[in-house]
Nanobody
Framework: VQLQASGGGLVQAGGSLRLSCAAS????????VGWFRQAPGKEREFVGA??????YYDDSVKGRFTISRDNAKNTVNLQMNSLKPEDTAVYYC??????????????????WGQGTLVTVSS
């Protein structure tokens, strides 16, 4: 499975961006897809995931970020609103079949995209 993350860029605080994770596999709808981010000098951290029709979010983004699937396009999108400077990071999408207790851990995903940089200016 090959994943391609896109949509990053530079935005002012309070603005919005929409990231997309496109997959090369036709059965992408069956995968759990997680979004993670990694800021300079920090570990990769969980942002959110979609699994079996349910979405999960880290508390730091809950109410601001929304994950959605577009099965016709084999993509999973991350809509990011009310962005803050602390959201600045490289954002990665991962795919796999982690058990529920592992969806917030990067090690639960076997496939990764290359990352897309999001920079939020104050």
């Amino acid at each position: 499975v090959q994943l391609q993350a896109s949509g990053g860029g530079l935005v002012q605080a309070g603005g919005s961006l929409r990231l997309s994770c496109a997959a090369s596999v036709g059965t992408f709808s069956t995968y759990t897809v997680g979004w993670f981010r990694q800021a300079p000098g920090k570990e990769r951290e969980f942002v959110g995931a979609v699994r079996s029709g349910r979405t999960y979010y880290d508390d730091s983004v809950k109410g601001r970020f929304t994950i959605s699937r577009d099965n016709a396009k084999n993509t999973v999108n991350l809509q990011m609103n009310s962005l803050k400077p602390e959201d600045t990071a490289v954002y990665y999408c991962g795919a796999g079949w982690p058990i529920l207790s592992m969806i917030r851990r990067a090690s639960g995903y076997g496939y990764w995209g290359q990352g897309t940089l999001v920079t939020v200016s104050s």
